[in-house]
């Protein structure tokens, strides 16, 4: 799809215009363009309404079930309420009758079992009036009671797309709490941009759109417009939903529309701005690079090997679609997602070389899922979990894990030590924790069992758990690349990189292990090139063995390039940054088909002989000339 190929279409279902439009769903939450409701629980379905206040014409239910997926929440706490229903009340200028309880959290249960629980809604609490400490914790009970903890979506999930987080489970509403102390499922309250001017006219109101329009979105943040006003006389809310409806027209990339985020707007349903919203979301997500699923038997993705250069992939394995060992492609760009989920009786191992954890393999276990983010910097790929510190105790134990969310990242500092770390022991096999520490003090990591692990200043250890019991898992020894270029890819050449730490001023280069591949000896005489053409064996469509051309260099911190064996030092870093390429042009006659390769290759320092890193590396290429003379 093209964003040239989306048109604009009536869909006869608004209840579920996001799950039935699965390409929006390749987007990230924040990411989204999305019709609110400004002041969702004032309308006039209301048991109390006003010429003041109301500004909607549909309860919160109906406003739902016809397209809009952000609700806007004033509320107020009455602690002399005869009932806990009636406490938390919906409130603009007037009561309207409306409650928290009953028209929000009952609706929203009823609306995501009419539709199949795959829709997100984000419910908006940006006002409260009357709290106390107290009553926000009672409100955050109520929610979670109500709602259930697994529909909710926590902001820990904010870099992955709606897709990715819902292959994890059921997971439909997001809570922004405009609060600084909130509960850990919750998100930030959204940035409610307004002009701050009660009657403004049209044009001035437009004016400081698009001055907001100009702005630049922090990550992370969710955002809307408040694209209402009130009548000066009498003080109405303004019905201006043509102007609403020519402003927020979707055409294409460049249309108004796109600038923006949650759309909040009075009388909300007068307008066609859901499916403006909608036709938006299809162009933005087609102007992007590709997201995907995959199972090991796809064509993208054999023989354990990820394809590279997906914004967003999700892989599902499962029995019958299940490969032992999975090779994560070192050809992503920053903040780059994976998920991958299994329901497979077998176990298949995570290759840990391009990972973070510095681990040789990452158990994944039937009913467990990994998210995973590459890191542009580090040149890996960093399993992403929640967080804990300990508190500055003496001994602390950590919480136990579930299949839902089974990893874990445990960081020890000075400001959160404790000299005795409990694991868990009621935790899913193949749980994974990560422990960390950057505390001056050592610190003993103790099993339920009783074995004992020292954890010291910048230890990274990583625990899984085996046969009901948590092992540290091995370290990996071995430097892994994969360079992965599909027939899909229309790019003239393909690219992998790597990032090995080195000391500084350090002579590092790469080496072949075979003269038939390439130059086995460091050198520091200078090339005319600035890189290493290497001829690399792989086996085609048909089992018979051809050979590739790659292109291979080096370079330390921010210096120029050169080719892989060069040794010079750089007095401008240390780290060896280590890059294969892939031409076309290289391998023009390389007969249409997949094609296969590994072999080895080993980073050396010649001011320390005795420091070697093995490197493995992985090819699956396609050629492109057609059979023929």
Request: hydrophobic share 35%; with cysteine.
């Amino acid at each position: 799809m093209t964003p040239q190929s989306v048109q604009i279409t009536e869909l006869d279902r608004w209840d579920r215009w996001i799950s039935e439009t699965p390409d929006i769903q390749n987007l990230r939450i924040e990411d989204l363009i999305l019709p609110g409701t400004h002041n969702s629980g004032v309308d006039s379905e209301a048991l109390y309404t006003s010429s003041f206040g109301t500004c909607q014409d549909y309860s919160p239910f109906n406003q739902l079930i016809r397209g809009v997926r952000v609700l806007d929440l004033r509320v107020e706490f009455d602690p002399t309420a005869r009932t806990q229903q009636e406490r938390f009340l919906l409130v603009h200028h007037i009561r309207s009758g409306r409650n928290i309880k009953r028209d929000i959290l009952d609706a929203l249960n009823s609306f995501h079992q009419r539709t199949g629980g795959k829709e997100l809604v984000i419910l908006d609490f940006h006002t409260f009036e009357h709290f106390t400490p107290d009553a926000h914790a009672e409100l955050a009970t109520l929610i979670k009671t109500t709602l259930g903890t697994d529909a909710l979506i926590p902001a820990h999930y904010r870099s992955f797309t709606l897709k990715q987080i819902q292959s994890r489970g059921p997971m439909n509403t997001v809570i922004a709490y405009n609060r600084g102390l909130r509960d850990a499922l919750f998100w930030g309250g959204v940035n409610q941009r307004w002009k701050g001017d009660f009657s403004p006219s049209t044009d001035a109101l437009k004016t400081f759109m698009d001055s907001v329009a100009q702005e630049t979105i922090p990550e992370g943040e969710l955002r809307s417009i408040q694209c209402a006003k009130y009548n000066k006389f009498p003080p109405t809310p303004d019905d201006f939903s043509d102007k609403v409806g020519q402003w927020f027209a979707s055409k294409d990339i460049n249309s108004y529309i796109q600038t923006f985020r949650i759309i909040n707007t009075d009388w909300t349903l007068r307008s066609y701005i859901v499916g403006n919203c909608r036709h938006a979301n299809l162009i933005k997500v087609a102007a992007l690079r590709p997201a995907v699923q995959l199972s090991p038997d796809s064509s993208h993705f054999v023989k354990g090997i990820m394809p590279g250069e997906h914004r967003a992939l999700t892989i599902v394995l499962h029995d019958g679609q299940w490969c032992r060992e999975v090779f994560f492609s070192s050809s992503a760009s920053h903040n780059d997602t994976i998920v991958i989920t299994s329901t497979a009786q077998r176990v298949t191992l995570i290759n840990g070389s391009n990972l973070d954890l510095n681990v040789e393999h990452l158990p994944l276990s039937n009913g467990l899922c990994f998210f995973f983010i590459y890191d542009g910097a580090l040149r890996r790929w960093k399993l992403h979990s929640p967080v804990e510190n300990p508190t500055q105790s003496d001994r602390h134990t950590v919480h136990a894990l579930t299949s839902r969310y089974p990893t874990l990242a445990f960081k020890m500092s000075n400001r959160h030590y404790s000299r005795e770390v409990l694991l868990p022991a009621n935790t899913p096999e193949h749980a994974v924790i990560h422990a960390v520490s950057s505390a001056q003090l050592p610190a003993d990591i103790v099993a339920p069992e009783g074995a004992r692990y020292a954890l010291r200043n910048n230890d990274s250890v990583v625990f899984t758990r085996l046969n009901s019991t948590w092992q540290p898992l091995n370290q990996s020894t071995t430097e892994l690349m994969v360079l992965s270029r599909l027939s899909t890819d229309n790019s003239s050449l393909s690219a992998a990189q790597i990032k090995i730490p080195r000391p500084a001023l350090s002579e590092s280069g790469v080496v072949a292990l075979n003269s038939g591949v390439g130059p086995t000896q460091l050198t520091d005489r200078a090339e005319e090139q600035n890189f290493t053409l290497l001829n690399v064996s792989v086996t085609g469509p048909s089992g018979a063995q051809t050979s590739v051309k790659l292109r291979a260099s080096r370079s330390i911190g921010g210096c120029a390039k050169s080719p892989m064996n060069n040794n010079q030092p750089c007095p401008e870093g240390s780290s060896l940054f280590f890059t294969l390429e892939y031409h076309l042009s290289d391998n023009g006659s390389l007969r249409m088909g997949e094609y296969w390769g590994e072999f080895q290759l080993e980073a050396r320092d010649s001011l320390c002989p005795a420091w070697r890193c093995p490197i493995r590396v992985l090819v699956r290429v396609q050629g492109i000339r057609m059979i023929g003379p």
